[in-house]
């Protein structure tokens, strides 16, 4: 009997969010899916006479999420503007996020049960143990493409994909968005944390990481140069996705030609070139020859980034956008790396369910990715300019 309490107890729980999402009919199938770093996610078809329909079923990590009521206000108005100006698209190709009875897109579970959510909650840590659940639509004969499959082609149309979601949030009022995660890609402030963490060192693996603490001191200023320019109004803030990873970008399976992007749950205010250089940080490399689990920047899949990005974006970009393009991508993939050394050092709470060392890997996988991107920055501006 042991054995199967979890399966049997996650089936009925499937089940009972889809009745509070009033979706007709029984669970036929369902499986975990194991992508992303943050959240838990199922698949499950479900049928209803003879349909068969599919959804994605996710429990919202609260932990990184905070105020996860605030996420799903953002992202219910941001698929709204998309979709009232994108090209009409059959409907069961655009996500959409499925309600409950009281017109809400997302369940909140206390003891198995659903209840009304306390909407004064910013800080998920006084609720007491709730999950937090919501449903949506499971994207037909979709594909994505993770980094090792990247080729030019399909980096040219991620980049058009990511450039007109930007461009069709350029006219969103951003006041109407909650900050999902504060100071998300604040990279100064992350760097602060990270020295004060790598002071404290709880958990005594300062030891292990001495060059990679003195390489990220030593670009500590670079780190932090773009933020000041958001202070300054060098640059602007816009609407932007901020986990803009290749993989977030769905195609047809068919036709290569992309359909949606995904996972909106950092979508905030924020700078273009942090859009731009987390595509570029997560698709545009590959393995760095002779240094095990070292990364290099690939010029020819920036270029094709790059091209397609831009090919929807340069008309809105200012010029001091537009320059600070490859430094964003310098900057992110720091940024990254100080965020999964961070991790490390305070015991990988943020980062989960890797196997030991594997936020130390990651994070010095993304420092040598980042040294490449700092010898080649002029040709990256060389492609931009
Ligand atoms: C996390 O879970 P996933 O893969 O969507 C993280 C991103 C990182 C990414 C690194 C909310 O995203 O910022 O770039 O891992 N998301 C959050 O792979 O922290
Ligand atoms: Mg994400």
């Known amino acids: 009997m042991a054995q199967s309490v979890y399966a049997e107890d996650i089936a009925a729980k499937l089940q009972y969010l889809c009745r509070q999402f009033r979706i007709p009919g029984e669970i036929v199938r369902y499986r975990r899916i194991s992508n992303g770093h943050i959240n838990e996610t199922y698949y499950a078809a479900v049928r209803a006479g003879n349909e068969e329909k599919a959804y994605l079923i996710q429990r919202v990590n609260t932990y990184v999420f905070r105020n996860p009521v605030g996420v799903m206000h953002n992202i219910e108005l941001i698929t709204k503007h998309i979709m009232d100006k994108e090209r009409p698209l059959e409907r069961r190709r655009r996500l959409h996020f499925h309600h409950t009875a ?50 030019a ?18 006219d969103f009022d951003a006041g109407q968005l909650v900050e999902p995660i504060p100071h998300f890609h604040d990279t100064a402030y992350r760097l602060k944390r990270f020295f004060a963490a790598a002071e404290r060192d709880e958990f005594n693996r300062v030891k292990e990481v001495l060059p990679e603490i003195a390489l990220i001191r030593e670009h500590a200023a670079f780190g932090s140069s773009l933020g000041a320019k958001i202070r300054t109004g060098e640059l602007p803030l816009r609407v932007t996705h901020n986990d803009t990873k290749t993989n977030n970008v769905l195609f047809d399976r068919d036709t290569r030609e992309p ?26 490399c590959a393995k760095a020859e002779g240094r095990s689990g070292g990364l290099r920047l690939d ?18 970009l200012t010029d001091a956008e537009i320059r600070s393009l490859p430094e964003g991508a310098a900057v992110i993939t720091l940024e990254l790396a100080v965020r999964y050394l961070g991790d490390y050092l305070t015991g990988d709470k943020y980062f989960r369910g890797g196997r030991p060392g594997q936020n130390l890997d990651r994070a010095r996988a993304q420092l040598s990715l980042f040294e490449d991107m700092m010898k080649h920055m002029e040709d990256m501006h060389a492609v931009c300019e």
Request: charged content about 20%; proline content about 3%.
């Open 102 to 151: 009281d017109g809400n897109n997302y369940v909140i579970l206390k003891n198995g049960e659903a209840v009304l959510p306390e909407h004064t909650v910013t800080d998920w840590a006084q609720m007491g143990g709730a999950e937090f659940w919501r449903l949506c639509n499971f994207i037909e004969s979709a594909v994505s493409f993770e980094r090792a499959e990247g080729n």
């Open 153 to 170: 082609e399909v980096l040219t149309k991620a980049g058009m994909a990511f450039g007109r979601f930007n461009r069709l949030l350029g």
């Open 259 to 284: 359909l949606v992007i995904i996972d909106l749950d950092t979508c905030m205010p924020g700078l273009i070139c942090h859009d731009f250089g987390d595509s570029v940080r997560f698709a545009a």
């Open 299 to 316: 010029l020819p899949l920036f270029h094709a980034y790059a091209d397609g990005y831009l090919s929807e974006m340069r008309g809105l």
